[in-house]
């Protein structure tokens, strides 16, 4: 009980309950290394006498927490801590601006923003927190839209180097806003990568979240590239010749999207363009860009350059350079001044390019635009860990319990960030991270969205069923969100797939924080098991026919994915078990579909089917309705399989026909299946309970 005591002071779980009625006991050891993993002693039954002792002590002195939340209404959430202040405490408020506040503040006057907080009781007791004002609720949808979802790697042109990039991404998101009346377009996370060979593809196990791969880059829209001349152009246009050969090859002759090689062309080339000096507006930009973006843009340029000459693994490099703040680091940082200065370069041309994005998203009509993918934590070797490593669990890894999906659990390898630094920090690192990627974002997703409460934290060498939860201040993770969202005027969307705990959804809700839904799973699960009527489902989400790590909907409707997981030993049952189960929950679909008049009797068509789910998704009340783009032309693969690795191809597959035969972003421009699938969505069908929307009809 003296353990299970101390934990709880500290967030870290003793149990969990999986499903209703159940409870599971978290072992002792994992509770002990997570404490430890928070500082804590709890190794022996007298430390963790002591522990408990220093913590409850701790907590009797503290006059107040190390941040508070302030929730902008009329009148105005006061905290619970402020409320409980002794009489006659002293206060006084600095705003993030300089301005001083002291005496009574009038809470409601307060201006949004993170301020410091101070407090002197009577008692001598005093305090500094800070105070976190937000609004109320994110910014909303101006209406019922619809959009694409797409791994922008995936959709190359005929200008791609090999894979997708920022130019493609303009150019999709002008033609859907223009042609499609699309709102939005959905893209995976575009985080920096752990460089090496091979290089991880995923993009949600990034070296950083705070900064954008270069990768991305449209070489030719970097305005030096028209100024080389003699050998220097020869070289570009000797290395746009054999970009040209690797896109022929996706394209062509099946290869994969091999990002390394992609890289391998265009560092070559931006050494090229890097060359070009800078004129003075462009170099003055350049040094605001620096200016701005300040300790963090120099941390991670040194990681960078600190990887280019000894290895991305931190763990062979020379003594004193794996502290980002050591005398060793600094000295290292102007030996490589000129390397760090080009990363910091690169930074600067990948935030223009995601800005032209997202201007062309607007200029082209989208009311959302570009909808940007938060991942939900970083390689345990990368720059964020190197340059933040007082923020992380040292010996955690971030995964999820056992379920009725993975009787085994899940360990993805991510460090978690630790609650208790969070706080004391004001929740900078979080904030940082949300406003460097809402710089040129309409909306933010933000993958595993239940985070924002508790993780699942492994200790390294255990196994995840050995892993427990640990919670963290989700008034504060929301509040943070909530302020930058509206600072930046962006939607935020929540993949809250899965298990969630009780309450969760409710207060995203509550701070205007849509959900995911996704058609196959939205079933009545507590009574008949039949699907959701359309009109029942919340309208606070995003409407799904599919994700990423899901079966395209052509590969769901013909049973292919079943095929490829038995293929690859996936699958848990035997192969006719599996294949009659999905066939029976598409033949309910199906029959529901035609039940409501949006898919015609007949002969099985798969066109139409497809255009009949989106149709079905039309008709809910949800706020935006997302297009797997795969699903347009008929896509049978996934782009992730989860619970595979070298078996199959995650995250380097283009996008393709039925027949896997790759198809470019002209292609698609004239695709007939794709433009009969989204005239469907440009017409339009009102929800049963609500209005048509004017604006797509």
Do not use: C, K
């Given at each position: 009980m003296t353990l299970a005591r101390l934990a709880a002071l500290h967030g870290v779980a003793t149990a969990y309950a999986p499903s209703a009625g159940v409870t599971v006991p978290v072992p002792d050891t994992t509770v002990t290394e997570v404490l430890a993993a928070l500082d804590v002693d709890a190794g022996t039954p007298e430390a963790i006498e002591a522990s408990l002792a220093a913590a409850e002590a701790a907590g009797a002195r503290r006059l107040l927490p190390p941040t508070l939340v302030l929730w902008q209404g009329a009148p105005p959430e006061l905290p619970r801590p402020l409320a409980a202040l002794p009489p006659g405490t002293e206060l006084r408020i600095t705003t993030e601006h300089g301005d001083e506040v002291s005496g009574t503040p009038r809470w409601e006057r307060l201006p949004l923003g993170v301020h410091r907080l101070e407090a002197a009781a009577r008692d001598g007791?005093?305090?500094?927190?800070?105070l976190v004002v937000a609004p109320a609720r994110v910014p909303q949808p101006a209406g019922r839209g619809y959009g694409v979802l797409v791994q922008l790697y995936s959709l190359l042109s005929a200008r791609s180097w090999g894979m997708g990039d920022l130019g493609d991404l303009r150019e999709l998101a002008g033609w859907a806003g223009r042609a499609l009346g699309a709102g939005?377009?959905?893209?995976?996370?575009?985080?920096?990568?752990?460089?090496?060979?091979?290089?991880?593809?995923s993009p949600y196990r990034p070296s950083s979240r705070r900064f954008p791969d270069p990768v991305h880059l449209r070489i030719e829209d970097v305005p030096e590239s028209g100024y080389l001349r003699g050998e220097d152009r020869a070289a570009l246009d000797a290395l746009t010749g054999r970009a040209g050969e690797l896109r022929e090859g996706v394209l062509r002759k099946g290869d994969l999207i091999d990002r390394d090689a992609v890289w391998v062309l265009k560092r070559q080339a931006l050494e090229l363009l890097r060359q070009v000096p800078l004129g003075p507006g462009r170099a003055a930009a350049f040094r605001a860009f620096r200016a701005e973006q300040g300790q963090a843009l120099t941390d991670h340029a040194t990681w960078c350059a600190l990887a280019e000459r000894y290895g991305s693994d931190q763990g062979q490099w020379p003594a004193g350079l794996r502290d980002p703040r050591s005398a060793r680091t600094a000295r290292a940082r102007d030996e490589l001044a000129d390397r760090v200065d080009f990363h910091r370069w690169l930074a600067w041309l990948t935030d223009e390019q995601l800005a032209a994005a997202a201007h062309g998203a607007r200029d082209a009509g989208m009311d959302i635009g570009i909808v940007h993918d938060l991942a939900v934590g970083v390689h345990p070797g990368g720059a964020d860990a190197w340059a933040q490593a007082d923020a992380f669990a040292a010996g955690m890894s971030v995964g999820a319990p056992p379920d009725a999906f993975n009787a085994r659990g899940q360990d993805w390898g991510l460090p978690p960030w630790r609650p208790d630094a969070l706080a004391a920090s004001g929740y900078a690192p979080y904030r940082d991270l949300?406003?460097?990627?809402?710089r040129h974002a309409g909306a933010l997703r933000i993958d595993h969205v239940m985070g924002l409460f508790r993780l699942w934290w492994v200790p390294e060498g255990r196994e995840p069923t050995e892993g427990t939860y640990v919670r963290y201040d989700a008034d504060a993770m929301l509040a943070v969100l909530v302020l930058e969202a509206h600072r930046a005027g962006a939607v935020v969307i929540g993949?809250?797939?899965?298990?969630?705990?009780?309450?969760?959804?409710?207060?995203?809700?509550?701070?205007?924080?849509?959900g995911t839904s996704v058609l196959w799973f939205e079933r009545d699960w507590t009574g008949t098991g039949r699907p959701l009527p359309p009109e029942t489902w919340r309208e606070d989400c995003v409407a799904t026919a599919t994700t990423h790590d899901l079966p395209s909907t052509a590969a769901r409707l013909t049973g292919e994915h079943v095929g490829l997981r038995h293929r690859l030993g996936l699958l848990t049952r035997p192969l006719e078990e599996e294949r009659d189960e999905d066939a029976q929950e598409v033949a309910e679909w199906l029959a529901y579909l035609r039940e409501l008049d949006l898919l015609p009797a007949g002969p099985r068509d798969e066109e139409a089917?497809?255009?009949?789910?989106?149709?079905?998704?039309?008709?809910?009340?949800?706020?935006?309705?997302?297009?797997?783009?795969?699903?347009?032309?008929?896509?049978?693969?996934?782009?992730?399989?989860?619970g595979t690795w070298d078996q199959y191809p995650n995250w380097r597959l283009p996008l393709s026909d039925a027949r896997g035969r790759p198809v470019t972003l002209e292609e698609l421009a004239v695709s007939p299946r794709l433009h009969a699938l989204m005239d469907e969505l440009r017409r339009g069908t009102a929800p049963p309970t609500g209005p048509p929307d004017a604006r797509l009809l």
């Open positions: 007791r005093t305090a500094r927190s800070a939005f377009v959905q893209v995976n996370p575009l985080h920096a990568a752990v460089p090496g060979t091979p290089t991880d593809p949300l406003r460097g990627l809402l993949e809250d797939l899965g298990t969630v705990e009780p309450g969760v959804r409710e207060a995203l809700q509550r701070r205007g924080v849509l089917e497809i255009r009949a789910v989106y149709r079905f998704l039309r008709r809910t009340p949800a706020r935006m309705t997302g297009v797997w783009l795969p699903d347009a032309v008929g896509d049978r693969r996934p782009q992730n399989l989860p």
